[in-house]
């Protein structure tokens, strides 16, 4: 069973810049796709970024251009680069593993599996 820890959230202030990494215990992102999803509060979990196992990205569009997925398959590390940051993104960060191996389209919660801990961004005004 894998096993995801995220890292890499704080507080910043708005317009800066944070990268977070997400970690996987076995090798696994050269099969399955990692989707990136945050939850603020009183609010559900949503989609933020994911990319696939062949390396298609895709992005909400409330962080298109800011945020960039990539990943270091060598190191079982996937990062969600995020620029421009602004109040509106204050959440807890997850990262998950997709359900289907060598998946090239997942941008829904139930398309992950393997969720991780989480980590606080905090982003003041």
């Known amino acids: 069973q894998v096993q995801l820890v995220e890292s890499g959230g704080g507080l910043v202030q708005t317009g800066e810049s944070l990268r977070l990494s997400c970690t996987a215990s076995?090798?696994?992102?050269?099969?399955?796709?990692a989707g990136w999803f945050r939850q603020a509060p009183g609010k559900g979990r949503e989609f933020v970024a994911s990319?696939?196992?062949?390396?298609?990205?895709y992005y909400a569009d409330s962080v298109k251009g800011r945020f960039t997925i990539s990943k270091d398959s060598a190191k079982d590390t996937v990062y969600l680069q995020m620029n421009g940051l602004t109040p509106e993104d204050t959440a807890v960060y997850y990262c998950?593993?997709?359900?289907?191996?060598?998946?090239?389209?997942?941008?829904?919660?139930?398309?992950?599996?393997?969720w991780g801990q989480g980590t606080q961004v905090t982003v003041a005004s």
């Open positions: 998950g593993r997709s359900q289907l191996v060598y998946s090239d389209y997942d941008t829904y919660e139930r398309d992950f599996l393997n």
């Open positions: 076995i090798r696994t992102f050269d099969k399955y796709a």
């Open positions: 990319l696939s196992w062949s390396n298609h990205d």
